[in-house]
């Protein structure tokens, strides 16, 4: 099976910082690559699709961009709605695998 | 408006069984793939089980194939996951989920609020 790779686990930044999370897949999974962001107590919230579309009413201060095997979540500005827990997850083929999570704090 | 509830929830032993149930609406039940995702008490997201629309391909993680089996019923728009030798890793949330277009390649965007089931003696 296709295994999924976060990184970093967590991470402290500001308001108004840029954040990158990155995603590798031990095989290419083409661009069959979801992010999602998640609130304690909240179901997921789909942000990017195809690596790279932005899902619709998601802020363009997110943004996805890779393929194959490496994957990366961008956040231009970081705002304070936008502390949370971050994941990717593969849709090529089953096992939907999820990433462990990236959980972004306040510095 | 779509909208995804879950129910059916709750404290079993191990060994036993449960049956959740996912009430949809605001959409075309049948036109759509659907997932169980879980989330285990402060860790992060597994992904269950997949059905076509039809009920024609399921798809299952190797923690609960044999154990775990999702059906629909598309007359009454409702998915559901029955749980049987259930076991203490099994213990979290239990989200289910619609795929955001009608085909296979594409990621859950909806999302229930999802219900706890909690496997102890």
């Known amino acids: 099976d296709i295994q999924m790779t976060q990184s970093p686990s967590s991470l402290s930044a500001s308001v108004g910082d840029r954040v990158t999370i990155s995603c590798r897949a031990t095989?290419?999974?083409?661009?069959?690559l979801a992010w999602y962001q998640q609130k304690p107590g909240k179901p997921p919230n789909l942000l990017i699709y195809?690596?790279?579309t932005l899902q619709s009413g998601v802020p363009s201060r997110f943004s996805g961009s890779g393929s194959g095997t490496d994957f990366t979540l961008t956040i231009s500005s970081l705002q304070p709605e936008d502390f949370a827990t971050y994941y990717c997850?593969?849709?090529?083929?089953?096992?939907?695998?999820f990433g462990q999570g990236t959980k972004v704090e306040i510095k | 408006e779509v909208q995804l509830v879950e129910s059916g929830g709750g404290l079993v032993q191990p060994g036993g069984s449960l049956r959740l149930s996912c009430a949809a609406s605001?959409?075309?039940?049948?036109?759509?793939?659907m997932s169980w995702v879980r989330q285990a008490p402060g860790k992060g997201l597994e992904w269950v089980a997949n059905i076509h629309p039809d009920e024609s391909e399921k798809y299952y993680v190797d923690s609960v194939r044999g154990r775990f089996a999702v059906s629909r019923d598309n007359a009454k728009n409702l998915l559901y996951l029955q749980m049987n030798s259930l076991r203490v890793e099994d213990t979290a949330v239990y989200y289910c989920?619609?795929?955001?277009?009608?085909?296979?390649?594409?990621?859950?965007?909806?999302w229930g609020q999802g219900t706890l089931v909690t496997v102890s003696s």
């Open positions: 605001g959409f075309t039940f049948s036109s759509y793939w």
């Open positions: 989920a619609r795929f955001r277009s009608t085909t296979w390649s594409s990621p859950p965007d909806c």
């Open positions: 195809a690596a790279s």
């Open positions: 095989q290419d999974i083409s661009t069959y």
């Open positions: 997850q593969k849709y090529s083929s089953a096992p939907w695998t």
